[in-house]
């Protein structure tokens, strides 16, 4: 659907020459915009379930990788894992809170991604901050504690906690992120 929704939406409005011209623009639009997982997934969980020659090749090249994909995955060696990412108001603050979640072993590594700045919204009125953004990668199992961790070291009355799961990566790499926090 994703994909047919970018080819109508493009050759609808354009004249078929300027379309033969800005189609690659086009699909790069559609792959960045709606992701890579949108276009293989069919092939690519109906290949395992069917046990084709494209499941056994994908299966062994992943294996290969060092690749693993998070759901029903049978590994002992990893545990479900999520980024979260946290915003702080400048790079002292994000210095000084990444130490402390490392420290406390809540996450096995923070990243610091300075100079963004967020537009909200806070109380009635449209902001704009400067900022610098944490992107912490932890077991799911630590949320609420790097949460209440974030919460208590923070200078925002209503600190950013948001969490996504980690469905797949480099096993090395998500046993890495076991390894280096607490249980």
């Not at 299966?59 to 029903?72: H, V, Y």
Request: aromatic share 8%.
């Amino acid at each position: 659907m994703a994909s047919t929704l970018c080819s109508s939406v493009s050759s609808s409005f354009l004249p078929s020459s300027t379309l033969r011209r800005r189609l690659p623009l086009v699909g790069a639009f559609c792959v960045l915009s709606l992701g890579f997982s949108n276009f293989y997934a069919p092939l690519y969980s109906s290949a395992f379930k069917t046990g084709s020659k494209l499941g056994s090749h994908s299966q062994s090249r992943a294996k290969s990788s060092s690749f693993i994909r998070m759901e029903g995955s049978n590994s002992n060696t990893t545990v479900p894992s999520i980024v979260v990412y946290v915003t702080v108001p400048n790079k002292e603050a994000g210095k000084k809170l990444a130490e402390s979640i490392v420290t406390e072993k809540l996450a096995a590594c923070v990243n610091r991604v300075p100079g963004i700045e967020s537009v909200y919204q806070w109380q009635g009125n449209i902001e704009t901050d400067s900022e610098e953004l944490l992107i912490i990668k932890t077991r799911q199992s630590l949320l609420e504690a790097l949460t209440e961790h974030v919460k208590a070291n923070h200078e925002y009355d209503v600190p950013e906690v948001i969490s996504l799961p980690i469905t797949g990566g480099n096993l090395r790499y998500l046993e890495w992120i076991k390894e280096n926090t607490k249980e």
